[in-house]
C-alpha cells in the first residue's frame, strides 16, 4: 500500500482566528496569522517580522479572522533560547541608558531632552532610546553618535509624549494606587475639561492633573454616566415644587439622583430625584390648557380626553356597531 501524501485542510473563513500579540507589558495588540503554527496558545511567546525587524511578542489572546483583512504571519514560536537571549540583552539595557545620557548631557541643545528608557529587542539587534521634550528636536546627529558607540547594533532614538513617559516609568498615581496607563491602559482616550465640568469636579491643576502633567486619564472612565444621569435632573438656578415647598436648585448630584434646593424659610434640603415636581412644565402645560383648541377653537372640544372617551371615538364605535346590525339583518 502506497503512502499518499497528507493534504492540508483548510479551515473555514468564519472559524478562522488570528493572535493578538504584545510587545510591551502594558502595549498595543497586533494581530498576526498563526496557521502554519496552530498549537500556540494564549502565554506563548512568538517571533515576527516588524517594521523595526524581529521582534518577540506574547500572545495575549485570539481574535475573528475578518474577512478582507491581511494579516503577516508569524515567522516561528520562541524557544528557550531566545527566552535566554532576551533576558541577557535586558540586563544590558541600564548601562546603555547611562551611556546615552552620558553623551547628551554633553551637547547644549539636547540639554532639555530626557532620555527614559533603553530596549533592546530580543536578539540584541536593535536598541531603542525613548526620550521626551516639550518641542520637536532634531536627533538625527545624535542617533548617528550613537549608532558609532553601539557598532553592532541598529540604533533607533525614539520622541514620546509626557503620557508615553508616565507608562514607562510607572509609580503611583493621585489616588494612592499604580497608574492606570502602567496597568491596564493600552491606548490613551482625548481627554478635556468639558469632563471634569460634568462631573463637578474643581478645576483646580492639582485635582485633574495626573503625574504627567496632562488631563488624568480616569476623568474619562465615568464621564458618560454622568451624561446620562443630568438627562433626567433639573439644571442648576431651575425652581421646581419638593415635599418642603418650592425652591431653586443649588447643587446636582448625578450618580445618587439627589439634588439640592435652596427653599425660603425652610434653608437648603436635599431632595431626591422622584420628589420633585417640574414647575416649569406645569406652568406651561397649564397656559396651554387655557389656549384654545387648535383645530376646534372656542368650541366645544375633548381632545384633551383620553382616547376612547372622545366624542369622535364614540361615533366611529357607534357607526361600526351599525354595520354590524346591518350585517346581521343581510344574513338573516
Given amino acids: 500500500m502506497t503512502n499518499m501524501p497528507a493534504v492540508r485542510e483548510t479551515t473555514p473563513a468564519a472559524t478562522r482566528r488570528v493572535i493578538g500579540v504584545r510587545f510591551m507589558k502594558v502595549g498595543r495588540l497586533y494581530h498576526y496569522d498563526f496557521a502554519e503554527f496552530p498549537e500556540v496558545k494564549p502565554g506563548d511567546y512568538v517571533i515576527v517580522q516588524t ?9 495575549m489572546g485570539f481574535a475573528p479572522y475578518e474577512n478582507g483583512q491581511s494579516y503577516p504571519p508569524i515567522m516561528r514560536p520562541a524557544t528557550a533560547r531566545d527566552l535566554t537571549l532576551r533576558k541577557e540583552w535586558e540586563t544590558y539595557q541600564p548601562a546603555a541608558l547611562a551611556l546615552c545620557v552620558d553623551m547628551a548631557s554633553n551637547i547644549p541643545a539636547l ?3 530626557q532620555f527614559v528608557a533603553a530596549n533592546y529587542n530580543y536578539d540584541g539587534s536593535l536598541i531603542t532610546f525613548y526620550c521626551s521634550c516639550p518641542d520637536k528636536v532634531d536627533l538625527h546627529r545624535f542617533k548617528n553618535m550613537l549608532q558609532r558607540e553601539f557598532q553592532q547594533t541598529q540604533v533607533e532614538v525614539r520622541q514620546i509624549g509626557p503620557r508615553d513617559v508616565a507608562k514607562m516609568l510607572g509609580g503611583a498615581g493621585a489616588c494612592g494606587i499604580e497608574r492606570c496607563c502602567s496597568t491596564f491602559l493600552t491606548d490613551f482616550s482625548p481627554v ?11 478645576l483646580n491643576p492639582a485635582e485633574i492633573t495626573g503625574m504627567c502633567g496632562r488631563l488624568r486619564c ?12 443630568r438627562k433626567e435632573l433639573p439644571k442648576r438656578n431651575k425652581r421646581v ?11 446636582v448630584f448625578p450618580l445618587t ?12 434640603k436635599m431632595v431626591q430625584k422622584d420628589e420633585l415636581v417640574p414647575l416649569d412644565e406645569l406652568k406651561a402645560l397649564a397656559k396651554a390648557a387655557k389656549e384654545p383648541c387648535s383645530k376646534h377653537g372656542d ?6 380626553k383620553p382616547k376612547g372617551e372622545r366624542r369622535s371615538d364614540q361615533v366611529t364605535a357607534d357607526g361600526a356597531d351599525d354595520e354590524d346590525e346591518d350585517e346581521d339583518e343581510d344574513d338573516e
Wanted: proline share 2%; aromatic share 8%.
Fill in 51 to 59: 517594521v523595526r525587524g524581529r521582534q518577540m511578542g506574547q500572545i
Fill in 111 to 113: 540639554r532639555k531632552v
Fill in 192 to 202: 478635556s475639561i468639558k469632563m471634569a465640568k460634568a462631573q463637578g469636579i474643581s
Fill in 241 to 251: 415644587g419638593t415635599p418642603f415647598g418650592e425652591g431653586k436648585v443649588q447643587d
Fill in 299 to 304: 368650541g366645544d372640544c375633548d381632545c384633551g
Fill in 257 to 268: 439622583d439627589i439634588v439640592s434646593v435652596w427653599i425660603e424659610g425652610v434653608g437648603l
Fill in 218 to 229: 480616569c476623568l474619562v472612565y465615568e464621564y458618560e454616566q454622568y451624561v446620562e444621569a
